[in-house]
Nanobody
Framework: QVQLVESGGGLVQPGGSLRLSCADS????????MGWFRQAPGKQRDLVAG???????TYLGSVEGRFTSSRDNAKNTVYLHMNSLKPEDTAVYYC???????????????WGQGTLVTVSA
């Protein structure tokens, strides 16, 4: 059974940086597509970044150029490096195993507890 544990969130000033980590305890991590989602209060959960098993990332337009997703298959971990953070990036961030079909990311039903990122002066 897959278990996902996110970490690395916190309070950061606008313009600052954070690195989020997601540890995946399941099998076959190295051949799995992973995704980072975020959910702000009162809003839906949105895909922020996806990364294929081969390490190819895709990004939500509003974070492209500021966020970078990477993975370490030896550690069963996926990362989200966030730079130039803005108040509108404030949200709970979740990782997920999913799959791309025709360029669309389809999440699985397995979610971690999330990690809160607050961007505020």
């Amino acid at each position: 059974q897959v278990q996902l544990v996110e970490s690395g969130g916190g309070l950061v000033q606008p313009g600052g940086s954070l690195r989020l980590s997601c540890a995946d305890s399941g099998s076959f991590f190295s051949i799995s597509t992973m995704g980072w989602f975020r959910q702000a209060p009162g809003k839906q959960r949105d895909l922020v970044a996806g990364i294929t098993s081969g390490g190819t990332p895709t990004y939500l337009g509003s974070v492209e150029g500021r966020f970078t997703s990477s993975r370490d298959n030896a550690k069963n971990t996926v990362y989200l490096h966030m730079n130039s953070l803005k108040p509108e990036d404030t949200a709970v961030y979740y990782c997920n195993r999913g799959r791309y079909v025709g360029g669309t990311y389809y999440p699985s039903d397995t979610w971690g507890q999330g990690t809160l990122v607050t961007v505020s002066a």
